[in-house]
């Protein structure tokens, strides 16, 4: 599936295929060529290749109208696009999600194992803070059948409580390779259909295996490592409802719009809170982006994949502002619960048990209180293992409604560091809707809602300072609300300009 007008990333092999470069694209020319150690850097192109086959002025990738091309510049050995050459062809050529480009002699891409040849796959997405793996699966399957999945025994470990113990297997079968999903409870897509059967792999078939997503070609296997925080996109979010109409008699109704064209964008491992007086639509926003409420327009990405599909949904996790855990229940007790409907069937006791360790250590949950029953936690350990609760499925993406509501003013700050500490070292992006000031310096940005559902800031808390032009952000508020359409229109004109 493409998704237009997205941020763009490519995939780069060279040097033996040692290692995986990571090039994010930019919405003007990205120019391609070799480059070595002795010439200037005035002369250094945007993606600089090594290989002898590689022209000096190769040929760019572009973004125009929300599409992206690739054109040759009369290299002398052009580029094969998914295998097809276009030596001495300067027509722009239309990529696709998964799109390989190789330069080198001829087509088989073996050049590349030999430090000859390059190999780039072109990704809708922005992946340059995520890790990439590669596995030399014809290598393997030297030996015989391949298996893939949780389990430290399988030949391919995929980390990730998405993926069974043994989730499918690859074997060679009729000069071709074969994958076959064994995990009947684990469903495997391959290019966004259902593996119901043995199916061969051809260059540039995409598999998704839970939330792991492998891209075949040639050969090799490039996958995306389960990783920590992501990134979210937000683009022309909207929401318009009915109302009465006061100056009406009967039941006449008009359009309201209490989300106006939202846009911003949540970068990997951050701690954002969501601030705005009552009525600006922060939990209008935060519902339509994980889809409890319908948005009336917009959309929402993750890493620049449309966030509407299975997979991308189980990233979002969201804690309610009241704790929805049963009173009488341990601390224990609760979570290993929560991990018995959430974690998939064949998560092991131990496993399970870990997993459950590490989430209550993540928010400075002690062993001394796992034996506790809730109804005697204080109000600010009960919100730590409400968020514990949710964290046991795994998310990147943590939405929080008001977690310090009620809490005395030190254990409000304790709470907001557990937080920090979340983003920071576990690598969760969270966001924070919160009515108080207090500790807000401990955010890293700040979304700033006004009236309408209109977003008027977007930044650190220093920045929101300088910008609204005050000492204290309360007397933003009172900006915001007297002058919403001017920050809004600044805003918005800042976000796209930036873009």
Not at 53 to 77: A, E, L, M, P, T
Not at 344 to 349: I, Y
Request: glycine share 8%; with cysteine; hydrophobic share 35%.
């Amino acid at each position: 599936m493409d998704f237009e007008g997205s941020t763009a990333s490519l995939l780069i092999l060279q040097d033996n295929a040692k290692k995986i470069d990571i090039v994010t694209l930019k919405k003007s020319d990205n120019t391609i060529g070799r480059f070595s150690s002795k010439q200037d850097d005035s002369q250094r192109p945007d993606i600089a290749l090594t290989s002898q086959f590689v022209s000096r002025d190769h040929g760019c990738i572009f973004d125009k109208g929300g599409r992206w091309y690739y054109q040759d510049r009369g290299s002398q050995n052009g580029i094969f696009i998914d295998g097809r050459r276009t030596a001495h062809d300067t027509h722009a050529y239309r990529l696709k999600n998964g799109t390989i480009l190789y330069i080198g002699g001829d087509a088989s891409f073996m050049k590349m194992y030999k430090g000859e040849g390059v190999l780039m796959i072109f990704l809708l997405g922005d992946y340059s803070n995520q890790q990439w793996e590669r596995v030399a699966l014809h290598g393997l399957l030297d030996r015989g059948e391949v298996t893939v999945g949780r389990a430290p025994s399988c030949d391919i470990v995929l980390d990730s409580f998405s993926v069974a113990q043994v989730q499918g297997i690859f074997r060679r079968q009729n000069g071709g390779i074969v994958y076959r999903n064994t995990a009947k409870k684990h469903p495997a897509l391959l290019d966004h259909h259902p593996v119901r059967n043995d199916v061969v792999l051809k260059d540039n078939d995409v598999l998704v295996l839970g939330r792991v997503t492998l891209i075949y070609t040639s050969g090799l296997l490039i996958y995306l490592a389960p990783q920590s925080g992501e990134k979210l996109t937000v683009h022309e979010l909207c929401r318009v409802v009915q109302v009465r109409d006061p100056r009406q008699s009967g039941f006449h109704k008009k359009e309201k719009t209490i989300l106006d064209h939202v846009n911003v964008e949540f970068t990997s491992s951050e701690l954002v809170a969501v601030l705005g007086t009552s009525g600006a639509g922060k939990s209008t926003f935060v519902n339509c982006v994980i889809g409890y409420e319908k948005a009336t327009g917009g959309t929402v990405e993750i890493n620049g994949q449309d966030f509407n599909t299975s997979a991308e949904k189980s990233l979002i996790g969201y804690v309610p502002q009241m704790d929805l855990i049963r009173p009488n229940l341990t601390v224990m007790k609760t979570l290993e619960y929560v991990a018995a409907l959430r974690l998939n069937g064949d998560v092991t006791q131990q496993e399970r048990r870990q997993k459950i360790e590490a989430c209550l250590g993540a928010l400075d949950i002690t062993s001394a209180k796992w034996g506790s029953r809730i109804r005697e936690l204080s109000g600010g350990e009960r919100k730590r293992v409400s968020i514990a609760s949710e964290l046991i499925s795994d998310p990147k993406l943590l939405f929080l409604d008001e977690p310090t509501s009620g809490l005395d003013p030190k254990t409000e700050k304790l709470l907001v560091l557990a937080l920090q500490n979340l983003a920071h070292r576990h690598g969760k992006t969270l966001i924070v809707i919160t009515h108080t000031l207090k500790n807000i310096e401990a955010f890293d940005k700040i979304l700033f809602m006004g009236p309408g559902g209109r977003a008027c800031f977007y930044g650190s808390p220093d920045q929101a300072l300088s910008f609204f032009d005050v000492t204290d952000l309360v007397d933003a508020y009172d900006k915001v609300e007297k002058n919403v359409e001017t920050y809004a229109r600044y805003y918005r004109s800042q976000y796209f300009r930036e873009r």
